[in-house]
């Protein structure tokens, strides 16, 4: 399939679920959005959940490339700000919000591999760190993303607050200074 | 009402959701399954979702009583390994998904009295942990929760991935020493 039809398949299941949630995401719905037949959807995905996980990691609506500040601690600041506002601008935010309570309630629409590529992506920052001395090779990176992608999740989505400003800056010196 | 009976709405309130998610929740289920009159419950509760809001918060099910362990350390690595059990132990974790799931797609269930009642119960830690030298009093309670309660919500629920064993330690050291 042609990348940028595959792409109007992808925006029109990330809308769908972000405006009808989960339950009310249809293949069918996607066809007649993205002007395509549901029978060649299927043939590439076999099912609902199959379309929006491969919606979810591979749409440009919520692409990710890693930040390369030049410090360990601005690359982080700057991770944390990519949450920001994946949780707080829509689209991404109705759209990561609606998938998330999908995901949850619906194991078979498998979530973990968006968390599971953006950390692949996220690792990066991590090893440029450790190769400047600015990290060591001990620590952990997948703990250190879910203590900082976590707190914006918990502060957003859980707490339903709003975020003050400089939260990003705050939650990185709580990591990296002392108190 | 009298407490026990309050209790047995709640458990059957929190029970219905863990099973059958916020949409299968009725109050009429709740009533058949506690043994208590529809019209009563309405009359404590305008809605279900004023309902599973007060059972989110009183229930003895989510029960929460904040660590004093004698260390500002330990009182946080007990504080984490609540979230844990909460997140990983059925009932709790069942419960905890299914109302998270629908808190965010009905804002009308207000699941912040949830997490602002466990604040509320968690910040007497920090007050004691200032109180004995171990936290500057400019430190941040709600940041430092966000972070490692964040964390938790983000490696079971978000990544669906085990727990690794001393997780909670690692948290807590992850912010309290230095990389």
Redesign the interface.
Known sequence: MAPRKQQEIFDATLWMVAEK?Y?GLTVEGVAERSGVNKTTIYRWWPSKAALLGAALVESDVLAFEPPDTGSFRSDLVALVEQVERLLTEPPGSDIA??A???A??H?ELD??RF??DRFARERVVFERAVRRGE??GS??P??????????????T?????PLPDG?AK??VS??????
Not at 142 to 155: H, K, Q
Not at 174 to 179: E, G, N, W
């Open positions: 949630g339950d919000v609606a998330l309570a999908a949850v309630r194991p979530a973990r968390f599971a990290l060591s620590a952990d997948l703990l250190i993303m879910d203590l900082l992608a976590g707190a914006v999740w918990m502060r989505v859980l707490r339903g607050m939260f705050k939650a709580a990591l990296l200074d002392t108190f």
